[in-house]
């Protein structure tokens, strides 16, 4: 579940994906805004379909009927996982960049995680 919401293994992009549509407005006009105007549904293709490697699907009804146990045990790696702590090959496309980025996104928009995020570490300069 984790390496899907975290898109591991997303395929890279090889050159700029454009339409002629209002797809791309009206998808991301959906999507649930932090304070700083960042959203899961925000679009990057250029080099990979979406800016913020989470799913959107995190603010679906289905993760929240998740059972009580499972929903737990995923929240908790999430956080082990943004924090740094959980750092597997797996992940290794999450720099610390962008796991700060879903970190603050996640916190606004879906309060109701109760995301705990334990700040790993940075090394001394």
Do not use: W
Not at 44 to 59: H, N
Not at 90 to 117: N, S, W
């Amino acid at each position: 579940m984790l390496k899907y919401l975290l898109h591991c293994g997303e395929f890279q992009l090889t050159a700029p994906v454009s339409g002629s549509s209002n797809f791309q407005q009206e998808f991301e006009a959906r999507g649930q805004r932090d304070t700083q105007g960042r959203s899961l549904r925000d679009l990057d293709l250029t080099t990979r379909v979406f800016r913020y490697p989470c799913s959107y699907l995190i603010y679906n009804p289905a993760f929240d009927g998740l059972p009580p146990e499972v929903r737990s045990q995923i929240v908790d790696k999430l956080g082990r996982i943004l924090s740094g702590e959980m750092a597997t090959e797996q992940f290794a496309h999450l720099t610390p960049e962008i796991r700060r980025e879903l970190t603050e996104i996640l916190t606004e928009t879906k309060p109701e995680l109760g995301l705990r995020v334990a700040r790993a570490q940075s090394p001394a300069s």
